[in-house]
């Protein structure tokens, strides 16, 4: 069972990237109890579609939709992680992960608790037409399941 991680902690530490200009840091979850490694997995499968967004940030649309190549953690003070993901350092309260039909917040999957992030992407065209694809590639999966039995 996930534990909940202080939502300070990643105020502690200033070293997330892309994510703010340089006067403010908006870091929230770019640290997590390395326990959460397999969690953090479990969504991140190679091939995994996602999509980087800072609300906080004023972004007023998510990034184009990229796919998981690699994913490591880089080892922090305190039995601490940090994901590398296609080799960048990313804050997960600003990573989307599309999961269970619909890009949802990594960072509130391994309940960090980010605030000013939406729970899941519901609109923009671009991370719409991915869902689209990608449900309709399940569905096909299910139906071929169904026929074969």
Known sequence: MLKKITPLLGI????????ADSTTDLSQC?????EYED????WLKNGASFVSWCQLCEELAPGEVQHVESVTFEVAPDNYRRIILNGERVDAAYVYVYHNRVFRNLGKYLNC??????DAIYSFSHV???TRRLNREADLATLAERRAQ
């Open 113 to 118: 608790n980010p605030v000013g992030v939406s």
């Open 30 to 34: 770019n640290l997590m109890p390395m």
């Open 128 to 130: 719409l037409d991915e």
């Open 12 to 19: 502690l530490f200033v070293p997330s990237i892309g994510y």
């Open 39 to 42: 969690s953090a997995l479990e």
